[in-house]
């Protein structure tokens, strides 16, 4: 008599495939899990992630490109588990435009960094040339 092993359901991914699908790494996913964010089931020591962990997965990835923390990316995720989507998007709204203000003071001050570095860049530029100049007259 054989003993044939758990089957996952339907449309689920295990850690691996799922790290394949969005490119994030096994630790990662064990990090947001540790942080509450993600609840995998579990066949024996296999992780299974369901459609809504594989959604939720993609929603903190995004956020984490974006900027936010780990902090409001829970927020969001809880306000839609108790509110639903429409509370989500009310409350992601004001913090997305949050971090829009705090890229574009990034951006601004970004700008003044790299128009100083090209303005001392063409600066060296000119003194290596007359030194170079005066070492060849020399």
Do not use: W
């Not at 995720?77 to 639903?84: F, L, P, Q, R």
């Amino acid at each position: 008599m054989s003993i044939t092993p758990p089957r996952a359901p339907p449309d689920t991914l295990t850690i691996t495939q799922l790290c394949r699908q969005v490119g994030a790494t096994h630790r990662a996913l064990r990090f947001y899990e540790e942080k509450g964010l993600l609840s995998p089931q579990r066949i024996n020591q296999t992780r299974i992630y369901s459609r809504r962990e594989q959604v939720r997965l993609r929603l903190i990835l995004s956020g984490r490109r974006m900027g936010f923390a780990v902090e409001e990316i829970r927020e969001l995720i809880e306000t839609y588990d108790k509110g639903g989507r429409k509370a989500q998007l009310v409350r992601a709204l004001p913090l997305f435009k949050e971090r829009l203000a705090a890229l574009e003071q990034e951006r601004r001050k970004i700008d003044v960094a790299l128009e100083a570095l090209t303005r001392a860049s063409e600066r060296l530029l000119v003194k290596l040339g007359a030194t170079d100049t005066a070492s060849r007259a020399g």
